[in-house]
Protein backbone atom coordinates (compact mmCIF):
# COMPACT_ATOMS: atom_id res chain seq x y z
CA UNK A 1 0.00 0.00 0.00
CA UNK A 2 1.03 3.48 -0.53
CA UNK A 3 2.42 5.54 2.27
CA UNK A 4 4.15 8.88 2.74
CA UNK A 5 5.90 9.98 6.32
CA UNK A 6 6.83 13.30 6.90
CA UNK A 7 9.36 14.30 9.65
CA UNK A 8 11.47 17.25 10.57
CA UNK A 9 8.87 19.32 11.91
CA UNK A 10 9.31 21.15 15.05
CA UNK A 11 9.20 24.65 16.79
CA UNK A 12 11.90 26.91 16.16
CA UNK A 13 12.33 30.56 16.80
CA UNK A 14 11.80 33.38 13.65
CA UNK A 15 14.52 33.71 11.44
CA UNK A 16 15.70 29.93 12.15
CA UNK A 17 15.62 26.89 9.54
CA UNK A 18 14.21 23.67 9.66
CA UNK A 19 13.87 20.43 6.85
CA UNK A 20 11.46 18.41 6.45
CA UNK A 21 11.73 14.87 4.86
CA UNK A 22 9.10 13.09 3.16
CA UNK A 23 9.60 8.97 2.36
CA UNK A 24 7.61 7.48 0.19
CA UNK A 25 6.94 3.91 0.50
CA UNK A 26 5.02 1.20 -1.16
CA UNK A 27 5.43 2.19 -5.01
CA UNK A 28 7.96 3.78 -6.87
CA UNK A 29 6.98 7.37 -7.59
CA UNK A 30 9.60 8.35 -10.34
CA UNK A 31 7.12 9.25 -12.38
CA UNK A 32 5.28 11.55 -9.48
CA UNK A 33 5.24 15.07 -9.23
CA UNK A 34 6.17 15.10 -5.17
CA UNK A 35 4.55 18.73 -3.55
CA UNK A 36 4.38 20.20 0.22
CA UNK A 37 1.21 21.66 1.20
CA UNK A 38 0.21 23.75 4.42
CA UNK A 39 -2.47 24.22 6.47
CA UNK A 40 -2.56 27.18 9.35
CA UNK A 41 -5.96 26.90 12.26
CA UNK A 42 -8.49 28.38 10.53
CA UNK A 43 -7.09 28.67 7.12
CA UNK A 44 -7.39 26.82 3.96
CA UNK A 45 -4.99 24.69 2.43
CA UNK A 46 -1.93 26.41 1.18
CA UNK A 47 0.69 25.02 -1.72
CA UNK A 48 3.89 25.06 -0.39
CA UNK A 49 6.28 23.67 -3.62
CA UNK A 50 6.52 20.75 -5.85
CA UNK A 51 8.98 18.91 -7.52
CA UNK A 52 8.99 16.99 -10.75
CA UNK A 53 10.39 13.43 -9.89
CA UNK A 54 12.46 13.02 -12.90
CA UNK A 55 13.04 16.22 -14.43
CA UNK A 56 13.96 17.84 -10.88
CA UNK A 57 11.64 21.09 -12.11
CA UNK A 58 10.85 22.77 -8.95
CA UNK A 59 7.76 25.20 -8.17
CA UNK A 60 7.06 27.71 -5.83
CA UNK A 61 3.98 29.38 -3.64
CA UNK A 62 4.57 32.95 -3.72
CA UNK A 63 4.75 33.13 0.03
CA UNK A 64 7.84 30.92 -0.10
CA UNK A 65 9.82 31.70 -2.31
CA UNK A 66 13.45 32.74 -1.66
CA UNK A 67 13.02 31.20 1.21
CA UNK A 68 12.21 27.41 1.06
CA UNK A 69 14.43 24.93 -1.29
CA UNK A 70 12.17 21.33 -2.47
CA UNK A 71 14.58 18.70 -3.60
CA UNK A 72 14.53 15.19 -3.88
CA UNK A 73 16.61 12.08 -3.50
CA UNK A 74 15.36 9.35 -6.27
CA UNK A 75 17.44 6.95 -4.73
CA UNK A 76 16.05 7.21 -1.43
CA UNK A 77 12.39 7.90 -2.57
CA UNK A 78 12.33 10.74 -0.36
CA UNK A 79 11.71 14.51 -0.98
CA UNK A 80 12.86 17.42 1.43
CA UNK A 81 11.54 20.77 1.87
CA UNK A 82 14.69 23.07 3.21
CA UNK A 83 13.01 26.26 5.29
CA UNK A 84 15.14 28.85 6.00
CA UNK A 85 14.34 32.55 7.67
CA UNK A 86 10.99 31.24 8.65
CA UNK A 87 8.47 33.57 9.88
CA UNK A 88 5.55 33.27 12.47
CA UNK A 89 3.22 32.86 10.02
CA UNK A 90 4.92 29.85 8.52
CA UNK A 91 3.32 28.23 11.14
CA UNK A 92 1.17 25.30 10.14
CA UNK A 93 0.67 21.39 9.86
CA UNK A 94 2.92 20.49 6.47
CA UNK A 95 1.59 17.76 3.93
CA UNK A 96 3.67 15.93 1.60
CA UNK A 97 1.87 14.55 -1.83
CA UNK A 98 2.26 12.72 -5.24
CA UNK A 99 0.06 13.42 -8.59
CA UNK A 100 1.38 12.50 -11.48
CA UNK A 101 1.46 15.83 -12.40
CA UNK A 102 1.36 19.34 -12.20
CA UNK A 103 -2.14 20.67 -12.37
CA UNK A 104 -3.47 17.61 -11.17
CA UNK A 105 -5.16 16.36 -8.01
CA UNK A 106 -2.90 15.33 -6.00
CA UNK A 107 -3.67 11.24 -4.98
CA UNK A 108 -1.73 10.41 -1.88
CA UNK A 109 -1.19 12.68 1.45
CA UNK A 110 1.00 11.91 4.29
CA UNK A 111 -0.16 12.28 7.64
CA UNK A 112 1.45 15.50 8.38
CA UNK A 113 4.09 17.35 10.62
CA UNK A 114 3.94 20.21 12.83
CA UNK A 115 5.81 23.37 12.03
CA UNK A 116 5.53 25.68 14.86
CA UNK A 117 7.52 29.62 14.42
CA UNK A 118 8.15 31.50 17.79
CA UNK A 119 8.24 35.11 17.57
Known amino acids: QVQLVESGGGLVQAGGSLRLSCAASGRTFRDYTMGWFRQAPGKEREFVAAVTWSGGTQYYGDSVKGRFTISRDKAKNTVYLQMNSLKPEDTAVYYC????????????WGQGTQVTVSS
Open 97 to 108: AATVAIGYEYEY
